[in-house]
């Protein structure tokens, strides 16, 4: 497979007898799961035969998946899609696998790239690598002003330190 796999959950134990898992979800929309045929786990392909979703947990069905011993040698595994099945965002939202590796920079100044994404619950940081070590910024309105996805590019205004 030559597309991004992108992760939406991973398998944290058997549920029953009959080869269900549970799975912790990955995603902003655990709903997802409801309406997706099929996952990668290890880049092979498997059909979700059902889905029931409570809150950030899913019970899954899974095509391969029989038993209980089965569905315990899937625990830690990471189910995956591919990159053109993800949800289509708002206008300004951003998958974290969008922001890695975007150039950071300030007035025309390359800052650095963006190695992580944090989520603080108000609000994402993105962690800068830059030459003298890690820049955190704050994924605000008044701070970020540009993202270009496509050429990997953000431009941003740091607010003066108090």
Not at 24 to 51: G, H, M, W
Not at 79 to 105: G, H, M, P, S
Request: include cysteine; hydrophobic fraction near 40%.
């Amino acid at each position: 497979m030559d597309n991004l796999l992108i992760k939406i959950g991973i398998i944290t134990s058997a549920h029953g007898i009959s080869g269900e898992v549970n799975v912790k979800a990955l995603t902003d929309f655990p709903q997802r799961f409801k309406q997706t045929k099929t996952v990668f786990i290890d880049e092979n392909e498997y059909n979700i035969l059902s889905a029931t979703v409570l809150n950030d947990r899913v019970i899954l069905r899974i095509s391969g998946v029989a038993d209980r011993n089965t569905a315990e040698k899937m625990r830690g595994k990471y189910l995956c899609v591919d990159e053109k099945a993800t949800v289509r965002l708002a206008k300004d939202n951003y998958y974290v696998y969008d922001i890695i590796d975007c150039q950071t920079f300030e007035d025309g100044v390359l800052l650095g790239i963006v190695k992580d994404v944090l989520s603080t619950g108000s609000n994402d940081v993105y962690v800068v690598e830059t030459q003298n070590g890690q820049l955190l910024i704050p994924a605000l309105k008044q701070v970020v002003k540009k993202i270009d996805i496509a050429n990997k590019r953000i431009e941003v205004k740091r607010l003066a330190e108090l």
